[in-house]
């Protein structure tokens, strides 16, 4: 997709692969239109997870699927004299709509209960929170500020990272997580949206020597600008169980 804003939606509801993922958090760190649309997209998800999804008449469920049958998409016009940025500018303004639409009516069918959970993005933090050889490392921030806990996988090479009573970030200000590799500097693991959210970390978590998280500009930073807020010390596993 040509457009990367484009893909807010998507990256929303973890529908993008490994290589789009890391392609649009990229992106992400320096757009703060589509990290206000990212949030707007994970709102409405909250909202969805909480619908309970109730056994339909069959001929509701057979109605709906004979219909999908028979509904032939159009690409979207485009009035005489508007530019195609302007026509992208709706799409990615209609797209919210368009996802809940979409799930609410497979919630009707009862094909899908809607969770944030469910995500592919989501059950990579939960493969990593439950994996065999999960180690926890919990860090207090300072002030009393909460605290923040790292969960690491040397088997799946990932980590995670969530919050707990940890406040907002100043205006203008986000969370960001880094990992350091043997003999390197601190590099971006990506931005931290949502503390109280598991947040995988992008990097090899097996072979870095710590992790830490630092308040950045909300467009985040290619190296840490601030003192990080906590710091994770890890033993680079050779495979196994790593004590951290």
């Known amino acids: 997709m040509s457009d990367i804003h484009a893909l807010s939606g998507a990256y929303a509801v973890d529908a993008l692969d490994e290589t789009e993922r890391a392609r649009f958090e990229q992106h992400l760190a320096e757009c703060a239109e589509c990290r206000a649309e990212v949030a707007s997209f994970r709102e409405t998800s909250a909202l969805l997870a909480g619908t309970q ?53 497979l919630l009707a069918v009862g094909a899908l209960t809607w969770h944030p959970w469910s995500s592919d993005r989501t ?13 926890k490392v919990t860090e207090k921030l300072p002030g009393g500020n909460g605290e923040l806990t ?18 907002d970030p100043a205006s203008g200000k986000t969370y960001q997580m880094w990992l350091q590799q043997p003999g390197q500097d601190m590099v971006s693991a990506g931005l931290m949206a949502d503390p109280a959210v598991p947040t995988v970390l992008t990097g090899d978590a097996a072979t870095a020597v710590a992790a830490a998280v630092s308040v950045e500009p909300e467009a985040g930073s290619s190296h840490p600008t601030e003192d990080p807020i906590a710091i994770f010390p890890l033993k680079a596993a050779s495979g196994g169980n790593d004590p951290a």
């Open 53 to 105: 999804a109730e056994e339909p008449p069959a001929s509701l469920r057979a109605g709906v699927l004979a219909g999908i049958g028979q509904v032939r998409p159009l690409p979207p016009e485009t009035p005489p004299g508007e530019s195609v940025a302007a026509a992208v500018t709706l799409r990615r303004r209609i797209l919210p709509t368009l996802i809940a639409a979409a799930a609410v009516v």
């Open 150 to 167: 790292l969960v690491r996988s040397a088997s799946l090479k990932r980590a995670v990272l969530i919050g707990s009573h940890v406040p």
């Open 123 to 135: 059950s990579v933090a939960d493969q990593v929170l439950h994996a065999p050889d999960a180690v």
